[in-house]
């Protein structure tokens, strides 16, 4: 039985095995790019919330560049709990600590759970990147052509919030 969010523990991750091959199997690389930049899950901060047992939660890969932060990934490996919530509200956290004045996020055309989800909490679009994963897909062939619901994946929506 999995602990409730509020007996997670919050730790930072230096380990990433296990966010590459959650991104692997996902996504189809663990690099992402956000702002027309690439960065590789593999080589920037990341957090999780874990399990008293020690099983993971969550896992979020972000980074910070000037006054912004990037959000490269968020998993939860238990939809529907709240706990990517809990862990999008640490990424902020951590973010702000570390004087990033807003926080980023990247998303796929067919990814719409993460739209939902990021709006709801006060995200809203800055960005529109026509054609992006496509250019992308040539750099990184392995990506995926298809994703929620079958839709074919091509464009890259760009969110972000005040911190």
């Avoid at 920037?44 to 008293?52: H, K, N, R, S, V």
């Avoid at 910070?64 to 990934?73: E, F, G, R």
């Avoid at 509200?89 to 951590?94: E, G, K, M, N, R």
């Avoid at 995200?123 to 062939?141: C, K, M, N, Q, T």
Wanted: glycine share 6%.
């Amino acid at each position: 039985m999995s602990a409730p969010p509020d007996e997670l523990e919050l730790r930072v991750v230096t380990d990433k095995t296990e966010l590459c091959r959650i991104m692997l199997a996902s996504w189809g690389s663990h690099s992402m790019m956000i702002d027309l930049h690439v960065y590789d899950v593999a080589e920037i901060d990341a957090l999780g919330l874990f399990e008293p047992s020690g099983a993971t939660a969550a896992l979020a890969s972000w980074t910070v560049k000037d006054d912004t932060a990037y959000l490269c990934a968020l998993h939860s490996l238990r939809p529907g709990e709240g706990v990517a919530i809990q862990m999008l509200d640490a990424v902020i956290a951590t973010a702000k600590a570390a004087g990033a004045k807003r926080l980023k996020a990247m998303l796929t055309n067919d990814n719409m759970p993460g739209l939902t989800f990021y709006q709801r909490r006060g995200f809203r679009l800055s960005g529109l990147y026509l054609e992006a994963i496509d250019a992308y897909r040539s750099v990184v062939p392995t990506i995926i052509k298809t994703g929620y619901r079958d839709i074919p994946i091509h464009d890259a929506l760009e969110l972000e919030i005040a911190l």
